[in-house]
């Protein structure tokens, strides 16, 4: 029930009231159309199939089906039957989202929007409910008047406020929010841009030198709303920090802040200054014609690396020719992937690929410094922006060319200043990973649990009384007596295999049919989606058929073994084989947790020279255990229960880590931008640093391989 006090009462003809889209003010409602979204690259139509799929994080089909519905009612009312699905903490965070949806429409929006938000004046902008339903909006009472507590049309004057004062131009940029799970269709949502000189006609915001005064008595919302998203919503004067002195110390030199003359980059601290980037690096391009030196990888944790030191696959100099030489201090560019932040410097002497970008600073400078600020969002988002493909439908191989790189803004720290701002990540970093090193070997434990009770339950059923038989199975030396020991095609009524369609043919992509690859299996233990899509022309290319929900599609090819459940009809590419289940022999989900057992046999089977693979024949006659489907249904809620607490403890874990993520990517954010001073901050050095371990490798973005970064080289020399 609402509380009293967040309760308002509006006179309509004194307020901006919306109902119906068509009207004068019909399109301050999320169900408004003409206010397109685009997120991840996925267009939505309305904010109101935004909101509502901010819902379902960890369901992408659910999200799928709301974007793609042309109607946002019907998209609202086609999540109804998921509403079990909602995010556990939807009631604390929906008013979050809702003020992030609207600042996304405004910023996608800018001109429209925002000259619809300021056409209401001073007014109170008010959403009028037909039904009783007076959080979001107010419903009419018998006097005429609307009461509730109208949080969409409050949210909405909050907007309305920020655009006309000085933090405007900070609404055109509005990165994600910091909650967990943040997701789209499988992948963290992206920071939002608007569009490059939009302006909105007949309006220029406010700059007033004075602080902007706290909203007025009649309205303070103090327990309703958090504080908004912008962060300069009040802006106290800069001039005059409060002086915070240690005890024996100085005072510190107080930081002064001055706009950076431009939108996205905000304020500087006065004593930085602000040069294209072409004024700081010069590019290089030196290629080697022997091919002897020391050939260097990119990784996202930890920079250029010998090759050699991650992977075992051999070079030769004869095909190393024509790489580029990179020495010690230079930095490193990605071009294919800038906008996930892969810069480097080069810590010593070596080759990197031809489609790298390898650039010599001009002047004196911490490169790290760069580094860690091309890797923040605001510049990710701008490297995006920049970025360009190559030919039709290559939205996935954009490149950020040099010319366009060279034109970016980029903050200058001083020297002294960009080694101090360097220090204190590394060893803030340090602490982070450790904790986050922690966090991921207490997964592993409760993961080894977990499986440990799945392969007994699995493979030996829940009767440890039961008399057992012997099988001739090394995996699986003896089952219970009345299971059945048979070859898994047995168990199967097909195992479909796939391939691609030939190259050139691009009416095979975009279209509605999901397409499997191992990389979609490696991301997701269910799969209602898929990276790319093929049209049903693509599917006859490919020589093969659609497989039913309920399938257990493994890869089939290095890594073999991987396993997912397909929750929609779909295909596979030439990596992955899907087992469709007898449904009177075997279980889905019991064959599904059996594959996973199987999987370091099915690895023993692979063969192959330039990659190992299993065969369909050769698969299906691996032998396997299995008791009737009654009892395999069984066992599987047995285990469901019985990992449980399992499953809620390696959740929260995980939810951990990714906040201890995104406070740190935050940080070092603000500590680059400026936004946070560390000159007199005391560095003091771990005691110990993290010992490097698998773990490391987890928060990896592999380079995209040499051979594939090849393939481009030539269009871009």
Not at 93 to 108: E, H, N, P, S, Y
Not at 163 to 185: H, M, N, Q, T, V
Not at 376 to 392: H, W
Request: charged share 25%.
């Amino acid at each position: 029930m609402a509380q009293p006090s967040q309760v308002r009462t509006y006179h309509p003809a004194e307020s901006a009231v919306f109902l119906k889209t068509n009207e004068r003010f019909g399109g301050l409602s999320n169900m408004a159309p003409g206010f397109p979204i685009v997120l991840n690259g996925v267009r939505i139509r309305t904010s109101e199939a935004l909101y509502q799929a901010c819902r379902f994080p960890r369901r992408p089909d659910v999200q799928r089906q709301i974007i793609d519905d042309p109607s946002p009612m019907t998209a609202k009312m086609r999540s109804k039957p998921f509403r079990s699905d909602t995010r556990p903490d939807w009631d604390a965070v929906r008013v979050k989202i809702m003020r992030w949806c609207l600042r996304v429409k405004l910023a996608q929006n800018w001109q429209t929007f925002g000259k619809l938000l300021l056409s209401t004046a001073d007014m109170p902008i008010v959403e009028k409910k037909v039904r009783r339903k007076d959080f979001w909006g107010a419903t009419e009472q018998p006097d005429g008047t609307l009461v509730g507590m109208n949080v969409l049309g409050r949210l909405l004057m909050e907007l309305r406020e920020q655009l006309k004062g000085d933090e405007a131009e900070s609404l055109r940029f509005i990165e994600p929010l910091a909650i967990p799970d943040f997701l789209l269709l499988g992948e963290p949502i992206e920071a939002v841009q608007a569009p490059n000189n939009a302006q909105i006609p007949g309006w220029a915001a406010r700059r007033s030198p004075a602080p902007v005064a706290a909203p007025p008595p009649s309205d303070p919302q103090p327990s309703l709303f958090e504080q908004p998203m912008i962060t300069n919503a009040q802006p106290a004067p800069v001039s005059s920090p409060p002086d915070r002195r240690r005890d024996n110390q100085e005072p510190k030199q107080q930081l002064l802040c001055r706009p950076s003359g431009h939108d996205w980059l905000g304020d500087l601290p006065s004593q930085w200054d602000v040069l294209r980037s072409k004024y700081l690096f010069r590019e290089i391009d030196d290629r080697t014609d022997t091919g002897t030196e020391t050939l260097l990888s990119m990784r996202q944790a930890h920079g250029l690396i010998p090759h050699a030191k991650v992977s075992t696959k051999p070079v030769t100099p004869e095909e190393l020719k024509g790489y580029k030489r990179v020495c010690t201090g230079q930095m490193v560019m990605n071009r294919m992937q800038a906008s996930n932040g892969m810069f480097a410097v080069a810590r010593e002497d070596g080759l990197v690929s031809p489609d790298y970008a390898v650039f010599q600073p001009l002047r004196p400078m911490e490169p790290d410094y760069f580094v860690e600020l091309f890797k923040t969002n605001i510049y990710r988002a701008k490297f995006r922006q920049e970025s360009k493909g190559l030919g039709t439908g290559t939205s996935g191989f954009l490149r950020l060319y040099s010319d366009r790189f060279g034109s970016i803004h980029v903050p200058q720290p001083p020297e002294s200043e960009q080694r101090k701002i360097v220090q204190f990540i590394r060893a803030y970093d340090v602490r982070v990973r450790r904790l986050i090193r922690n966090k991921r070997r207490l997964i592993g434990l409760l993961n080894e649990q977990k499986q440990a009770i799945i392969n007994r339950a699995v493979t030996r059923g829940l009767n440890p009384d039961a008399p057992m038989k012997p099988t001739g199975i090394d995996w699986m030396p003896e089952v219970p007596a009345h299971w059945e020991v048979k070859p898994l095609k047995w168990f199967l009524t097909a195992i479909v295999g796939g391939s691609t369609p030939p190259s050139g043919q691009e009416d095979c992509w975009d279209g509605d049919i999901v397409w499997v690859t191992p990389e979609d299996i490696s991301r997701n233990a269910r799969l209602s989606s898929s990276r790319r899509t093929i049209t049903q022309k693509g599917l006859s290319a490919c020589s093969t058929s659609l497989v039913p929900p309920g399938s257990v599609v493994i890869t089939s090819r290095a890594p073999v073994g991987n396993v997912s459940i397909a929750e929609v009809e779909l295909a596979t590419n030439q990596g992955c084989k899907a087992l469709v289940p007898n449904a009177e022999a075997i279980d889905t989900q019991f064959l599904f947790e059996l594959m996973r057992i199987l999987k370091p046999e099915l690895q023993s089977l692979a063969t192959g020279t330039t990659f190992t693979e299993i065969s369909t024949s050769r698969l299906g006659r691996v032998k396997v255990g299995a008791p009737s489907v009654a009892e395999q249904k069984t066992v599987i809620d047995w285990v469901r229960n019985e990992t449980r607490d399992l499953e809620r403890a390696i959740e929260k874990a995980g939810q951990e880590i990714a906040l201890i993520n995104e406070y740190r990517e935050r940080l070092i954010a603000d500590v680059v931008t400026g936004k946070l001073d560390v000159r007199h901050i005391e560095i003091v050095a771990p005691a110990d640093e993290p010992i490097a371990d698998e773990d490391d490798s987890l928060d990896d973005v592999l380079e995209d391989g040499d051979a594939e970064a090849m393939e481009g080289a030539d269009a871009d020399d």
